[in-house]
């Protein structure tokens, strides 16, 4: 694993999903992320946890939480939120 992502929606629906749910509009999103992300011969490795309607107090929350278990220990992180703030 190389890069986590952090975030809201956005985050969440690129690997397609919206509010927890699978959903099939969002089916062209997930493959583009897992040709960029998951493939074995993506350049970087990431992984993207982000949920729908998140503020940046809950990422945060998240964050220092342990919503990534201390054993992952990426080099990268990217954080994208504010939207619904």
Same mark, same amino acid.
Request: charged share 15%.
């Given at each position: 694993?190389? $890069?986590? /992502?952090?975030?809201? *929606?956005?985050?969440? @629906?690129?690997?397609?999903?919206? @509010? ?6 969002? =089916?062209?999103?997930?493959? #583009? ?8 011969? *993506? /350049? #970087? @490795?990431?992984?993207? $946890?982000? #949920?729908?309607?998140?503020? *940046?107090?809950?990422? $945060?929350?998240? #964050? ?15 954080? =994208? ?5």
């Amino acid at each position: 694993l190389d $890069l986590v /992502f952090f975030g809201d *929606s956005i985050v969440e @629906h690129w690997t397609g999903y919206q @509010h927890g749910n699978p959903t099939p509009t969002l =089916l062209g999103n997930l493959a #583009i992320y897992d040709q960029l992300f998951r493939a074995p011969q *993506s /350049f #970087i @490795h990431g992984l993207a $946890l982000g #949920i729908g309607g998140d503020k *940046s107090p809950n990422v $945060l929350y998240r #964050i220092l939480n342990g919503e990534l278990p201390e054993a992952m220990d990426p080099p990268l992180f990217a954080v =994208l939120v504010g939207t619904n703030d």
